[in-house]
């Protein structure tokens, strides 16, 4: 039970930084991340790296995701496996507890006032809960929740990513979330020198553009962990 939450501190407390690393297949920016790989492949690289978590987006028009492979994926790894999606009703935050998924992305933008109650229903069905915030507004909801991650996104899914966010959004955010939350710093991280402005004020970092693109993806990631 919330076992990427433990998975993070866990981490941390081996001296390693908590990566989680995402399978993403296209990005509405960038298009076609695969570029002819298989998925799973990436996963074990992933592994090999010391990721501490995979992340997976299941929204099939934008990012062409499937709940099919997520299913698969939380059967072929042992690391926590977090869903990524725009949910909106309790039926998919079930879905996700039947398949094992250890985590759900919850964004407050979208769920607003129901975000604390879709929270408490996760946590019911045994799933850790990121909850996700891009201003100070969206924040103030996340810190009135149970949830166990908070997660700033230096992107803004408004524009689906498309924007150049960065770290500057986490600077800025991360100070303001309560000690009893482990803080997530998602999107936008690029070099190693993002990862260490945002793991000054964070417990762990979401990263999956950059993984996607990178030549050798298992060195650059183990390259993050390690740093």
């Known amino acids: 039970m ?13 001296g390693k930084n908590a990566v989680i690393a995402e399978i993403k297949v296209h990005s509405p920016k960038h298009g076609d991340l695969l570029r002819g790989r298989n998925p799973i492949e990436i996963l074990r690289a992933y592994e090999r790296a010391g990721a501490c978590g995979i992340s997976y987006i299941t929204e ?17 790894t042992d690391l926590p496996v977090l869903r990524k999606d725009f949910i909106t009703n ?17 964004i407050s933008r979208i769920l607003k006032d129901k975000t604390a109650e879709f929270v408490d229903f996760a946590k019911e069905h045994g799933l850790d809960t990121v ?12 810190i009135n929740t149970d949830t166990t991650i908070v997660g700033i996104n230096n992107r803004d899914i408004g524009q689906l990513e498309k924007d150049d966010g960065n770290v500057s959004l986490t600077e800025k ?34 990263i999956g553009t950059a993984f996607m693109l990178a030549e050798d993806t298992e060195s650059f990631v183990r390259c993050f962990v390690h740093a």
């Open 173 to 206: 955010l991360a100070p303001l979330i309560p000690n009893k939350f482990v803080r997530l710093s998602e999107s936008g991280i690029r070099s190693l020198d993002d990862l260490k402005r945002a793991l000054k004020y964070t417990d762990a970092v979401l």
């Open 60 to 76: 099939p028009n934008h990012f062409r995701g499937s709940f099919e492979f997520l299913k698969e994926l939380c059967k072929l």
């Open 2 to 14: 919330f076992r990427l939450s433990k998975s993070i501190r866990l981490t941390k407390e081996k």
């Open 131 to 142: 909850v996700e915030v891009h201003t100070p507004q969206e924040l103030e909801i996340a």
């Open 90 to 106: 309790k039926f998919e935050i079930e879905k996700t507890a039947e398949v094992e998924a250890s985590a759900i992305l919850l």
